[in-house]
């Protein structure tokens, strides 16, 4: 197993959880908020969704799935398009009311987009800087298990939030 092959497992295992967390689920469903001010699965889907979205377009430089193929308008949330959900309000996250199909759309849609660019993955790119606003910068490799880590976190999150519901 190469590099890229390690990272499209990984983050293979993302959309598994994701599907296994929405699916059989109705729209009141994925916007119930245990205690009445937690974080949704729906809000939570998304979220997770934006940044794999917003982290590794930047990283490969391509547009993001959400303005290139028109999911902003589709899913139709009241944020900017450049919005990931971090540092959102409880009021913000109450406005993510998202069906499943639309939440597996751009999920499947992102899902991808990231496979496609990790094809393209070497050894000798893990170590390119992708942002210098930290110290020390992240390198490609560092922003990409990064990724996974919090893909996964707000997955098993929301799986969480699934089991309160039965």
Do not use: C
């Not at 889907?45 to 377009?57: F, P």
């Not at 990790?118 to 390119?128: A, G, H, M, P, S």
């Not at 910068?137 to 298990?145: A, I, N």
């Amino acid at each position: 197993m190469n590099t890229s092959e390690l990272l499209i497992d990984a983050y293979s295992r993302i959309q598994e959880e994701v599907h296994g967390v929405v699916e059989g689920l109705d729209d009141k469903e994925l916007a119930t908020r245990p205690s009445g001010t937690a974080n949704s699965i729906a809000w939570l889907i998304w979220h997770l969704t934006r940044i794999q979205d917003d982290h590794l377009a930047d990283a490969g430089g391509y547009e993001q799935v959400l303005t290139a193929d028109g999911w902003h308008e589709r899913l139709g949330l009241p944020f900017d398009a450049a919005d990931t959900g971090y540092g959102h309000t409880s009021d913000q996250v109450a406005q993510v009311q998202v069906s499943g199909e639309l939440l597996l759309g751009y999920y499947d849609a992102v899902h991808a987009r990231t496979l496609e660019y990790l094809k393209t993955i070497t050894d000798d790119e893990l170590d390119r800087i992708v942002d210098r606003r930290w110290n020390p910068p992240v390198t490609l490799g560092v922003r990409l298990v990064s990724v996974i880590g919090d893909d996964l976190e707000h997955a098993g999150q929301a799986a969480y939030v699934k089991g309160l519901l039965s």
